[in-house]
């Protein structure tokens, strides 16, 4: 079926450092996500993002968070600078587009596990 | 605000058991209910969803039953085999504007062969 592709799979950051995560999406979906997952506890949501915009985000997403996608290529989550709070497993997903809306089905990545030391 | 509950954080059985997933929502809305199941190393993946209340949605021997009266989405399967280890996520999206999904805490399955 689609995949999504993530990349690193794993990444280990000193505190204070920036890091960037990229997302390969499902090749024609356009509308797209990040979630964050702590070891053990729930997947939380972070921000969704279509058309080269936030559309919505969470308290989760803080002001060190940004998301874009250049020119149709990777979308990035980029967090500057980290805290020892971001470790965590994030998820991106993305989904088509139908009559304006999101669909309802979400394809994931396997996720990329942030460590900051 | 809108939530779902499982109850169960893991759940043990022996291959050819019975299984039951306990999930409950709240929300104001009208939603659509999901089960994503997230094998080790992956990111989760959809195995069913239901749009209308009252209706069943099944997936390679799962069902779920969307029950609005009890605010349920209970997933089951007659007799479980290894390989549906993992975890199961109950979901739910409102479909009249807000399109944010929310996801329980998921049920982590373990089979013994």
């Known amino acids: 079926g689609p995949k999504v592709l993530q990349i690193p799979s794993h990444q280990i950051i000193d505190m204070g450092q920036m890091v960037t995560l990229n997302c390969d999406p499902v090749s024609n979906h356009l509308y797209f996500y990040w979630y964050k997952q702590i070891l053990g506890q729930q997947m939380e949501f972070l921000v969704n993002f279509y058309n080269g915009k936030v559309m919505e985000k969470s308290k989760l997403f803080k002001d060190q968070f940004s998301v874009e996608r250049p020119d149709g290529s990777y979308f990035t989550l980029k967090i500057q600078p980290t805290a020892l709070e971001d470790s965590a497993v994030y998820f991106c997903?993305?989904?088509?587009?139908?009559?304006?809306?999101?669909?309802?089905?979400?394809?994931f990545g396997s996720g990329t596990r942030l460590t900051v030391l | 605000g809108d939530s779902v509950i499982q109850m169960q954080g893991q759940v043990t059985l022996s291959e050819n058991d019975f299984l039951f997933i306990n999930c409950t929502y709240s929300t104001t809305g009208y939603p659509t209910l999901f089960w994503y199941v997230q094998y080790s190393g992956e990111g989760p993946q959809l195995l069913l969803q239901?749009?209308?209340?009252?209706n069943k949605g099944s997936s390679r021997g799962f069902e779920a039953t969307y029950d609005k009266g009890t605010t349920s989405f209970h997933l089951q399967k007659t007799s479980v085999q290894e390989i549906d280890s993992a975890v199961y996520y109950c979901a739910m999206r409102d479909r009249t504007g807000n399109y944010k999904y929310v996801f329980g805490a998921g049920t982590r399955l373990k089979v013994i062969a």
């Open positions: 997903a993305s989904s088509l587009i139908a009559w304006g809306v999101p669909a309802e089905t979400l394809y």
């Open positions: 239901v749009t209308t209340a009252n």
